[in-house]
């Protein structure tokens, strides 16, 4: 064992130049989810480099194939890294800058592609040491809906071979890099979208009598579904409903005829997920009759809660202490982003676990989605390592 942990750090640090080559060039050239065009072609001149050509496309942009191991023992283990960016402006100066005004990585996405090419480089090197399958997954679209992972599982990337577990692997700015952190059971929260419509009747605002005030009524029903946590949420369900875009477009005399809101609704239980759509959209529409307006009420189902498999979490983080040492392997909170490796934990065991980027004496220290955001690089050594090491000590576990 400690000699496998021992070639595998000579490995990544034996491939860190070219990772560090591949992440830079991500970086610079980001493109938006379901986009990814150049990416996914960048991708696959990767992996033919490595002499691998038994690679398929999925999703449009998605990229997977599979590497096989000594001999086929009826093991199948998935690997995952999304590949999309955001619609953000980057404000950092470094040679690696985004060269596509307006996006970039700042989610780190380019970080995760860099480092399952790692771990395929460190396990290609590997084929004597393990048995069964490793099934790579680089997956468009992460950041918009319906999710890249929903359509890869539509269109059979847990089939033929179907993998017993998934790994995947995101940055956390909040976290040392060079360290990692893990959490069994309920991790990341539903992520829905909340968009409604209040219809009044609009006018001069001196004249009350007259109007039916949207904004009025608007202003009733954000404060009463806030009920729908305090009140009709379990308090042993996390749950959050915010508010973050009220458009009425009126002006300091004059109520307009609508207002539109949009906002987000997260959880940790799919039935009373289900169950609070109904109570929001009837509440809603509700007041808004009572009030002599009407309401347009609409949820954009996005990505399920994330849960990560006790037993398997519970495997990763000892194996993870092995490799990185018990000082470097945290226990993390509940963390209510959403996150569409969600859709891949409620058909397979999975474990996602956070890579830490921070480093404070460097100035290393934005949050992601932020367009300071940024990595101390050496925790690619730790991304492709780990993530090579995981694979290796399931599918060789009796």
């Not at 577990?165 to 992520?191: N, T």
């Not at 909340?194 to 609009?202: C, E, L, P």
């Not at 959050?240 to 809101?261: R, Y």
């Not at 039935?271 to 009837?282: G, S, V």
Request: with cysteine.
């Amino acid at each position: 064992m400690s000699d496998l942990i021992a070639r595998i750090k000579s490995l990544s640090e034996e491939h860190f130049s070219s990772v560090l080559d591949i992440r830079r060039h991500l970086h610079a050239n980001p493109e938006l989810s379901f986009q990814e065009h150049n990416t996914a072609n960048f991708i696959e001149t990767e992996l033919q480099k490595l002499g691998i050509t038994n690679y398929e496309r999925m999703a449009d942009t998605g990229i997977t194939f599979i590497l096989d191991g000594s001999e086929d023992n009826g093991k199948v283990i998935a690997l995952r890294a999304d590949i999309d960016a955001l619609p953000i402006l980057e404000a950092n100066d470094v040679d690696y800058k985004s060269k596509n005004e307006g996006v970039m990585h700042a989610c780190g996405h380019d970080v995760h592609t860099a480092s399952l090419l790692g771990a395929a480089h460190i396990l290609s090197n590997l084929k004597d040491q393990f048995k069964g399958k490793i099934k790579f997954i680089f997956q468009p679209g992460e950041e918009k809906l319906p999710g890249g992972a929903s359509l890869m599982i539509k269109e059979g990337i847990l089939e033929n071979p179907k993998p017993e577990r998934i790994l995947g692997q995101h940055v956390m700015p909040f976290i040392d890099s060079g360290k990692v952190g893990f959490r069994k059971g309920m991790y990341m929260a539903s992520a829905d979208e909340i968009y409604f419509t209040v219809k009044g009747k609009g006018g001069h605002a001196a004249m009350p009598e007259t109007l039916i005030d949207p904004v009025l009524i608007t202003s009733h029903i954000i404060v009463a579904l806030q009920q729908v946590v305090s009140r009709r949420s379990s308090p042993k369900i996390p749950c959050v409903l915010s508010f973050g875009d009220v458009h009425a477009n009126g002006a300091t005399n004059v109520i307009p005829e609508e207002v539109k809101v949009k906002g987000t609704f997260r959880t940790y239980d799919e039935e009373w997920r289900a169950e609070a759509h109904e109570i929001m959209a009837e509440m809603a529409q509700g007041i808004a009759k009572a009030m002599g307006g009407s309401c347009e009420f609409d949820v954009h189902k996005g990505y399920p809660h994330l849960k990560n498999h006790p037993e398997y979490t519970q495997f990763n983080m000892d194996r993870a202490k092995e490799y990185l040492g018990d000082d470097k392997v945290e226990e993390i909170d509940l963390w209510l982003a959403g996150e569409d490796f969600a859709f891949y934990s409620h058909h397979v065991d999975a474990c996602f676990y956070r890579l830490g980027t921070r480093n404070e004496s460097r100035g290393i220290v934005s949050g992601v989605h932020t367009p300071t955001f940024d990595i101390d690089e050496d925790a690619l050594k730790t991304g492709m390592g780990l993530m090579s090491w995981l694979a290796v000590s399931e599918l060789n576990k009796a």
